[in-house]
């Protein structure tokens, strides 16, 4: 199996974030493989631990008085904590856990595959996020507004590099411990 780069994929049917594509919400989905068992705990904590995810969180404490650590990272990572920075736990289980901040969600998943004939233990880690429309003041029908839509594309770019830093966070963890 050829281990690939943060990509666009289709959500899971078993994925907590499919409730809100369901529900008519925007939702997306990216992932990216790794060598071995990568938990989804280690995966959370990789995540909101690159460099990138710090100045975002960097961003919340001096713009939304939203502090956090390291620490507090590796506590909500592992099921310690029910909320770090903005976000707040709505559903967790061993392979995922789908986090909340307003009309937002943003969801992780980490699952292993068996690459194939002698092919050695991959694990599948997938990131996405949801935006809960509100409904118009006009209409009243759902919508996700003006900045959602010209922020998208953005959107779209920044999940995928989050992604792929925290497979290359976790990719140099295991590299540190081969030495």
């Given at each position: 199996?050829?281990?690939s780069?943060a990509?666009s994929c289709?959500i ?7 409730r809100?594509r369901?529900?008519g919400?925007y939702?997306?989905?990216y992932?990216a493989e790794v060598?071995g068992?990568?938990s989804?705990a280690?995966f959370v ?9 710090k100045v975002e969180?960097?961003l919340?404490k001096?713009f ?8 507090e ?5 592992a099921?310690?904590?029910a909320?770090f920075?903005a976000?707040r736990?709505?559903d ?9 901040a ?14 194939g004939a002698?092919d050695a233990?991959v694990t ?23 900045a959602?839509h ?8 920044y999940?995928?590099a989050?992604?792929?830093?925290a497979?290359?966070?976790l990719?140099?963890g295991r590299?540190a411990?081969a030495?």
């Amino acid at each position: 199996m050829k281990l690939s780069g943060a990509r666009s994929c289709e959500i899971p049917e078993n994925a907590f974030l499919r409730r809100y594509r369901e529900r008519g919400s925007y939702a997306d989905c990216y992932v990216a493989e790794v060598e071995g068992a990568v938990s989804q705990a280690a995966f959370v904590h990789a995540f909101y631990t690159t460099t990138l995810f710090k100045v975002e969180r960097l961003l919340l404490k001096w713009f939304a008085s939203r502090p956090s650590t390291d620490q507090e990272a590796k506590e909500f990572a592992a099921g310690s904590k029910a909320s770090f920075a903005a976000w707040r736990v709505e559903d967790r289980d061993a392979g995922q856990l789908l986090v909340s901040a307003g009309r937002t969600r943003s969801w992780f998943m980490a699952s292993p595959v068996n690459g194939g004939a002698g092919d050695a233990l991959v694990t599948r880690l997938f990131f996405g996020s949801a935006v809960l429309a509100r409904p118009s003041r006009k209409s009243g029908k759902p919508e996700l507004g003006l900045a959602f839509h010209a922020l998208l594309g953005f959107h779209r770019l920044y999940s995928r590099a989050l992604l792929q830093a925290a497979v290359s966070r976790l990719r140099a963890g295991r590299n540190a411990v081969a030495r």
